[in-house]
């Protein structure tokens, strides 16, 4: 029979002067400045613009592969490939294919929304025009 194996206990760190240490000295994990999240944080966001980088470019390489042959021995790239279950889609009722294709199209409604600061006297002058025109 082997002997009983001893649990290594773990001591709480103490500092100099013989006194408990608490939160992050305690567990041994060095303290960070802000510079230093900042510099860490600056990494990580480099590494993941580069992985969507590469995700993007195998996207584009994959539209424009031959990725099947149609019935009269066309040849169906990736992104004929797309348009085509996208318009199965919208012919099932499916409303974000309809987006999809009429953004891939080009024809996506402006998202910006234009904000300037108008003298009130202009508002009146521009309302009563509208007035005189609907008169």
């Known amino acids: 029979m082997a002997k009983a ?3 290594a206990v773990k001591k709480p760190l103490r500092d100099k002067k013989g006194r408990f240490l608490k939160g992050q000295e305690a567990t041994g994990t060095p ?8 510099r860490q944080a600056g990494i990580a966001s480099g590494a993941a613009r580069r992985e969507k980088s ?3 470019q195998l996207c584009r390489l994959w539209m424009e592969e031959e990725v099947a042959t149609g019935k009269d021995g066309e040849r169906i790239t990736g992104g004929q490939m ?3 279950v996208a318009v199965k889609e919208v012919a099932k009722g499916n409303p974000r294919f309809w987006e999809l294709l009429r953004d891939t199209a080009g024809f996506k409604p402006v998202d910006k929304v234009m904000v300037s600061e108008v003298d009130p006297g202009v508002i009146a002058e521009v309302e009563q025009m509208v007035k005189e025109a609907g008169e």
């Not at 303290?31 to 900042?38: K, L």
């Open 5 to 7: 194996e001893k649990k």
């Open 31 to 38: 303290f960070r400045t802000q510079d230093e999240r900042a």
């Open 54 to 56: 590469d995700l993007r």
């Open 82 to 84: 797309m348009v085509r």
